[in-house]
């Protein structure tokens, strides 16, 4: 019975919004962010007390004051390491963390990637606008090398990381790929997060309107899009253009771009998506694809697998040497072999 | 002849014994497994583990000399000695770090076998001190044990490594039998801890019997020792390390409050046994997170708290640095969580297996911003327990992190502890906020506490964070009458904490001339000479800090009553400039900084010394 109550809870993203104000820029990536995840949540299974967002600083961690859901806003970088120890102490809740890439990348670089190695159950939104926003534009880690911004403005001489890269390299579990403009498949990625058991990533391209206007405009408008971004989809063939007339080959370890109206190509020769893939070569070659001129950006889940999560092996542990020594109590604690008695 | 080698059995009050080798020589395990079998047979202790941070330095050298101190007796002790009565020196580097210690007319026993020209070139001495009659002060037993303990083990099969490791059991044979101790408790120790390795188990068994056995055939002692089991309280007793009562300390805590344990740490010297002694705890439900940094740490250690675990953090002053922007975190959003510091010599790594307090400003005023957080300080190992659940109390109950400094001295040190049972040690309430109607995050109750919601509770959902927050409602508030009122109200909500702590306690005349004032590890030390001082017939009282932050609310009028206030600290004097600054008042103070803990005599001079001359009055 009480499943058929739980059942019966169906919410809509109205649900999902809170009381407060939206304090974000007129027309910045954010509000889509927000709109699509509100949109998404009633279909994640998930009772909203349940779920908590955990947000460091920056722009987009704002984010949790505006879900109806339980929320903490905690300090520059730490959100994965408060988030990591609540889910450790409390492995029923979902808890999600809304970053962007300087709160992530820099100042939280070593906890995301201890997040991702641990493969602690949290769902990392990433919104990457490769610019500090609230800091009222110096250059990120995940600038291009040369960008001019008020902290170099001659230029910029570090190179940025690739956070898709970033994260298989510190062997998240699921790695992917959206961004702001495109609200289905915005929505699609965060229900897989919301699925997936184990470090959930997603690189979130968002567009600051106000320090880094069209960083992404040539994957988001329209006239560029199709020609511009490969969808990822599992065990489809890498197809790609207005007119699915492109595809993708392996070339040794280097991706190419095939026409398949040519009459040489067909799609039989594109490469085959498995998101699965128990190696991570692939899903590191679709990481880096656009180190290549002339490449498509991949959007879409790059990789999925499944492995115990640092919380589950937790509970495992507790369990089972509870189960071989029982359940301590202060008598045992302190009464142990190594005492004696003063009469 | 058999009168001559019969021994004379000699009882002592109180002895003082100091094992010093080489860092790999196993000097720490000796030392704890004779302070482990001298508190089973009765005695009152106190121990000294002085080890450098080196874990191998190389073999000879000065800088790897690893030493372990006990003063064991059969009255109360309240110190690990001031001078040993005996120094056991397993190699000359040893000797030479260590002689200057020993007292005049003290036995020393050297082993021999190390004393070869290298060793000495190394420990630059130009003569085997030894044989060349410079230390006709002490009583110098020289004992080749190294090649006693090969021959003991000549047919055991093991390499010659392996044996010569064993030779700090052959030592721990010899002291056992000149201080009339029994080698069950080792020896089942060793069964315990090498059971799996039997060659090992054998060997170390074998070996400490030799040691044994010489002492008793050798013509080498004339004179056994034994020393009656102190008067100690009627009860349970086991020794006990100021780090691992801690670890109890918040098992119990969790126990008591029924919430489960977590802590969030990063290994660091002096404070990782609490890691390791809590990360055995399974099956109490603790949870230990070893996090990848110092903010990790504590920041999961929030996350915890704001789940609903108590919740601590474990670490060392270069780690109380890093963590401090977490800590204000916890200020602002009105969680509760325990951070714990065993301070060590600082600044920066400083010495980091040396004991200092210099750390109490960080405590009371290192964050950015107004940030109150009640600092409380330990005063001996077993005391951590009880201030472990203290802390745990105060933070529970107050919805606010608190500090909890110990020390390097107190954390390694250890004393017989008479174990509380459990209906002995009060429940620590805890209450979740789940009533949907009468809500708001930062509405407070009486003791100004804001409800602590677990998420999962259905219909609260809200949002906490670091911006300042709004007066009840707890949305972000950038008004400035708002942030004057919320700055005071956290500060008046710690300050509060005065009123439901213990006064602080006046030993002896309770008022006078002089006040002994101290906080933390120098509890002992001062203890011991204040005693001394009125056994001389001098009046002088004393009280000890348990509460830092806020004071107790008598401190200010309990410092009124002595014309003299001294303070001996192991810093530059800061909790004599607290005291300065809150109460208008001028303490004498007295400070060290050594790495070293203080010895009672330097504080029993010095307190004759401000008593008026050596004379006293």
Known sequence: ???????????????????????????????????????????????????VFISGIGCSSRFPYYMDTYGFHSIHGRAAAIASGLKIARPELSVWVATGDGDLMSIGGNHF??????????????????????????????????KVTKSTPYGSVDYPFNPLSLALGAEASFVARTLD??????????????????????????????????????????ETKADNVLVLEHGKPMVYGKENDKGIKLNGFTPVVIDLKDGKNSINDCLVHDEKDPDAIRAFILAHMTDHAGMPTPIGVVRQIFKETYDEGVERQIKHITEKKGEGTIENLLFTENTWEVN | MAQETEKEILDLSDVTIRFAGDSGDGMQLTGSQFSDTTALVGNDLGTLPDYPAEIRAPAGTLYGVSGFQLHFSSSDVHTPGDTPDVLIAMNPAALKINLKDLKEGGMLIANSDSFDAKNLKMAGYNNNPLEDGSLSRYKLVSIPITSLTSNALKDSGLSIKEITRSKNFFTLGI???????????????????????????????????????????????????????????KGVYRNISGNEAIALGFVTASKKSGLPLFLGSYPITPASDILHFLSGFKNYGVKTFQAEDEIAGIASAIGASYGGALAITTTSGPGMALKTEAMGLAV??????????????????????????????????????????????????????????????????????????????IANGTEPWKLPHEN??????????TDKENFAPYKRDENLSRPWVKPG??????????????????????????????VRMRANKIKNIENDIPDLEVKYEQEGDLLVLGWGGTYGAITEAVIKVRAQGKKVSQAHLKYLFPFSKNTGEVLKRFKKIF????????????????????????TKIKGLPFKSSEIQNKILEVLGGSNGK
């Open chain 1, 1 to 51: 019975m009480a499943n058929n109550i739980d059942a019966q809870i169906k919410y809509t993203a109205k649900d999902f919004t809170s009381n407060q104000d939206v304090r974000w820029c007129p027309g910045c990536g954010d509000y889509s962010i927000l709109a699509q995840v509100q949109r998404s949540f009633p279909d994640i299974g998930k009772k909203k007390e349940e779920i």
């Open chain 1, 113 to 146: 990637i201890h997040t991702c190695r641990k493969n602690i159950d949290l769902k990392i939104l990433m919104f990457n606008n490769r610019i500090y926003g609230l800091t009222k534009g110096q250059y990120s880690p995940t600038s291009e090398k040369g």
């Open chain 1, 181 to 222: 403009r495109d609200p289905k498949h915005l929505q699609e990625m965060v229900k897989r997060a919301a699925e997936h058991k184990g470090t959930a990533f997603i690189e979130i391209y968002q567009n600051c309107n106000i320090f880094n206007d069209g960083a992404f405009s040539i994957l988001t408008e329209k």
């Open chain 2, 175 to 233: 002291t056992y039998w000149l201080f009339n101790r029994p080698i069950e408790p080792t020896l089942n120790w060793i069964e315990s801890k090498f059971g799996k390795n039997k060659a090992i188990a054998d060997a170390n068994t074998t070996v400490l019997k030799a040691g044994y056995y010489f002492g008793e055939n050798t013509e080498l002692f004339t004179t056994r020792y034994t020393v009656e089991p102190a008067q100690l309280q």
């Open chain 2, 332 to 409: 602002m959003t009105e969680l509760p969580l325990v951070i714990i510091n065993i301070q060590r010599g600082g600044p920066s790594t400083g010495l980091p297996t040396k004991t200092e307090q210099a750390d109490l400003f960080q405590a009371i005023y290192g964050r950015n911003g107004e940030s109150p957080i009640p600092v409380l300080a330990t005063s001996t190992p077993s005391d951590c327990f009880n201030m472990s659940l203290e802390a745990a109390r105060i933070a529970l109950k107050y919805m606010t992190p608190v500090i909890l400094l110990s020390d390097g001295y």
């Open chain 2, 424 to 433: 002995e040690i009060p429940e620590i309430p805890v209450h979740f906020w």
């Open chain 2, 457 to 486: 509770t259905p219909g609260l959902e809200h949002r906490i964070g670091g911006l300042e927050k709004a007066h009840i409602t707890g949305n972000v508030s950038y008004d400035p009458d708002n942030h004057d009122f919320m």
């Open chain 2, 567 to 590: 303070i001996p600290e192991i810093n530059l004097g800061q909790l004599t400039t607290i005291i300065r600054s809150e109460f208008l008042i001028a303490p004498i103070s007295f």
